[in-house]
């Protein structure tokens, strides 16, 4: 590692919506930075005015290529002290970061940190969920095929599970997640230390009930799901079948049982079909 006196990168936390939550640290960290790069330019630039902060900004989001890590690199040799910011929170969470650190750490540069504000930290805080193990997966893939290939493969997850989420998409988003893990306990986050902050928990077909009712829903969301609490308490799905095929269809069946259980659907659906086999041949 460099000498203290010689150039660096910090990675400086900046507000997630409350620019009063900003650390005085952080302060001091951009007043000293030479250069100071961020994901856009526009939004860093009303902090920077806030707070009366002219250093140089440059961008680094992630269209940045070789070029620009080779400069910051270049100036943090030449002993630049080098701020990296996002728009709201922490840097290199759900951003491409981490790159410009790789190369650092392989040239034996300073890298440090500036703690402060981060959205998922907050809002699972907030959720009433377990929050002594999660898994945080950032933004879930826009295309609804590789949205449900991709929850398929953390449906088994014990742990609480945090992801992203555009307020367009919210709605189809968690029908998608009722479908792959079932009627989970979820809480959506929303306008987080804002005028208009928002937390809704419950189980997802109410959230999904709630949301349908508004006409406009606004902000970056952050989706908290409780984890997959069947393989620790398991459910006897054969003798909710028995039951409930009595009175409906086995496609009728699966969905209502998705509802108040966290079987999902297929679950359902695939445990029916066996069921119906086991009879069929009896």
């Known amino acids: 590692m460099k000498d203290n006196n010689e150039g660096r990168l910090t990675i400086i936390s900046l507000p997630i919506g409350n620019l009063k939550d900003i650390t005085i640290r952080a302060l001091e960290e951009l007043e000293s930075s030479d250069l100071i790069f961020?994901?856009?330019?526009?939004t860093t630039i009303k902090l920077l005015n806030h707070y009366?902060?002219?250093?140089?900004?440059?961008?680094?989001h992630e269209h940045s290529d070789v070029k620009t890590r080779k400069f910051i690199i270049d100036e943090i040799e030449n002993g630049k002290n080098v701020s990296l910011v996002s728009d709201a929170g922490t840097p290199l969470i759900s951003d491409p970061g981490y790159k410009l650190v790789k190369e650092l750490k392989k040239r034996n540069l300073r890298v440090t940190s500036c703690p402060?504000?981060?959205s998922p930290i907050a809002a699972i805080t907030l959720s009433g969920l377990p929050s002594d193990k999660f898994f945080f997966s950032g933004f879930l893939p826009v295309k609804v095929k590789a949205k449900k290939d991709y929850l398929e493969e953390l449906k088994n997850i014990k742990s609480t599970l945090i992801f992203f989420e555009s307020s367009n998409r919210i709605i189809k988003t968690l029908e998608t997640i009722l479908e792959i893990f079932g009627n989970r306990k979820i809480s959506i986050c929303r306008e987080l230390t804002k005028k208009f902050e928002e937390i809704i928990t419950s189980k997802i077909t109410e959230v999904i009930k709630e949301l349908s009712l508004r006409e406009n829903i606004k902000g970056e969301i952050i989706i908290i799901v409780e984890g997959n609490i069947n393989s620790d308490k398991p459910q006897n799905l054969e003798v909710i079948l028995e039951d409930t095929l009595k009175s409906m269809s086995l496609s009728d069946a699966a969905?209502?049982?998705?509802?108040?259980t966290n079987f999902s659907r297929k679950e359902v659906y695939n445990a029916a079909?066996?069921?119906?086999?086991?009879?069929?041949?009896s």
């Open 38 to 42: 961020c994901e856009d330019t526009r």
């Open 52 to 60: 009366n902060i002219k250093n140089k900004l440059m961008s680094y």
């Open 116 to 118: 402060g504000p981060s």
């Open 255 to 260: 969905k209502e049982i998705s509802k108040y």
């Open 273 to 281: 079909l066996k069921l119906k086999g086991k009879e069929d041949e």
